[in-house]
C-alpha cells in the first residue's frame, strides 16, 4: 500500500522569505500524481500544485513550484516570497495512475502547518 | 467557476442518531469521494463512487456508513447510528479521473456528535 509521510509538523517562515515543505512517499507503481494542498483555518482544501510522475519536469504556479525526485520518492513544496495570506495546513498527497487504481483516491500525509511572520 | 457544494456546513447529533451530509458535485465530473478529518489529524479516505456504485472504501467505511446518489446530481453519505468518534469534518469531493485532473473538495461539513 501507498503512504505518504510528511516530517516537518509545523514550519515558520519569514513574510518575503522562501521556505520548502518535505514530502516523501512510499510506491511500487510507476505511474502516479503527487498533489500539494492548502488548508487555510476555514478548512477548505485548495489545490496548490499538481505533479504527473511521469514528467521530469518540475511543476510550477507562480510562486509555488516542487522539487520532484522520482528516485528518491520525494515532493517538496517551495514557497517563493511568502505571504501572510500562505499560512495554512500544507497537505501533501498521492494518487495512482487509473491502471492501477479505478477509484481514484487521494493518499495524504498527516500536513504540515506553515506560519508566516510579519 | 464551477464548485463542490456541501450543506449542512455543520450539524450537532446526539449519539445513536441517523446523520445525512449533502454534497452536490461538478456537473460534468465522473468520480465522487467522501473524506474524513478528525480534528488535528490527517484527510481519510472513506469511499468512491462511479457509475452509481462504489468503486473502492477502505476500512473506516464499515455498516454504518453508506452513500448514494439518488437523483443524479446530490451525493450524500449516510452515518446509521452515529458514535462519539464519528465527530470530524467530512469533505466530499469529485474529479473527472479520466482526463487527469485534480479532485476540487467542497468545503466541508463539521460533524459534532455529542
Known amino acids: 500500500a501507498q503512504t505518504v509521510t510528511q516530517s516537518q509538523p509545523e514550519m515558520s517562515v519569514q513574510e518575503a522569505e522562501t521556505v520548502t515543505l518535505s514530502c516523501t512517499y512510499d510506491t511500487s507503481e510507476s505511474d502516479y500524481y503527487l498533489f500539494w494542498y492548502k488548508q487555510p483555518p476555514s478548512r477548505q482544501m485548495i489545490l496548490v500544485i499538481r505533479q504527473e510522475a511521469y514528467k521530469q519536469q518540475n511543476a510550477t504556479e507562480n510562486r509555488f513550484s516542487v522539487n520532484f525526485q522520482k528516485a528518491a520518492k520525494s515532493f517538496s513544496l517551495k514557497i517563493s516570497d511568502s505571504q501572510l495570506g500562505d499560512a495554512a495546513m500544507y497537505f501533501c498527497?498521492?494518487?495512482?495512475?487509473?491502471?492501477?487504481?479505478?477509484?481514484?483516491?487521494?493518499?495524504f500525509g498527516q500536513g504540515t502547518e506553515l506560519s508566516v511572520k510579519p | 467557476e464551477p464548485e463542490v457544494t456541501q450543506t449542512p456546513s455543520h450539524q450537532v447529533t446526539q449519539m445513536g442518531q441517523e446523520v445525512i451530509l449533502r454534497c452536490v458535485p461538478i456537473?460534468?465530473?465522473?468520480?465522487f469521494y467522501w473524506y474524513r478529518q478528525i480534528l488535528g489529524q490527517k484527510v481519510e479516505f472513506l469511499v468512491s463512487f462511479y457509475n452509481n456504485e462504489i468503486s473502492e472504501k477502505s476500512e473506516i467505511f464499515d455498516d454504518q456508513f453508506s452513500v448514494e446518489r439518488p437523483d443524479g446530481s446530490n451525493f450524500t453519505l449516510k452515518i446509521r447510528s452515529t458514535k462519539l468518534e464519528d465527530s470530524a469534518m467530512y469533505f466530499c469531493?469529485?474529479?473527472?479521473?479520466?482526463?487527469?485532473?485534480?479532485?476540487?473538495f467542497g468545503q466541508g461539513t463539521r460533524l459534532t456528535v455529542v
Open positions: 456537473s460534468n465530473h465522473l468520480y
Open positions: 498527497a498521492y494518487r495512482s495512475d487509473l491502471i492501477y487504481n479505478q477509484g481514484g483516491k487521494l493518499i
Open positions: 469531493a469529485s474529479n473527472k479521473v479520466r482526463e487527469n485532473t485534480e479532485a476540487f
